[in-house]
């Protein structure tokens, strides 16, 4: 071998390697980049999930207290309703006596309720 052609490949070796160097250290870039995002997106996914797991607390309290309270508005509609309902079944067998017509009652299901739901 003469000493051009051996120069020749040592150069052409030694631009390899550089050019390897180089895209190795890119790469060493590219891989860190990355990585710290992917951290980042994890560490961005359990704030998220702290957030969620609060709301998701306040939003079950607030579905105990509205069922306690639909449940106490319905109590207070049967017992309002109950007590119209045996108002109005007094009031109906005191006509019931004192009218001529027996067949003349008003049926308690069509009595207008509508006082219960005024503000």
């Known amino acids: ?16 390697s550089d050019d390897y160097r180089v895209r190795r250290e890119r790469n060493n870039i590219a891989v860190k980049k990355s990585r710290e995002k992917t951290r980042e997106r ?13 709301e998701n607390t306040v939003l079950e309290e607030k579905v105990t207290l509205l ?4 449940t106490l508005l319905k109590d207070l ?7 119209r309902r045996n108002s109005y079944s007094e009031s109906f067998e005191h006509e019931e006596n004192t009218m001529s017509s027996p067949g003349i009652l008003a049926d308690p299901a069509s009595v207008k309720l509508d006082h219960l739901y005024s503000a």
């Open 1 to 16: 071998m003469d000493r051009s052609t051996r120069s020749s490949r040592s150069s052409e070796s030694e631009r390899h």
């Open 67 to 70: 069922s306690k309270e639909l």
């Open 77 to 83: 509609l049967l017992a309002h309703a109950s007590g």
């Open 42 to 54: 994890a560490k961005e996914t359990l704030v998220r999930v702290a957030e969620l797991k609060q």
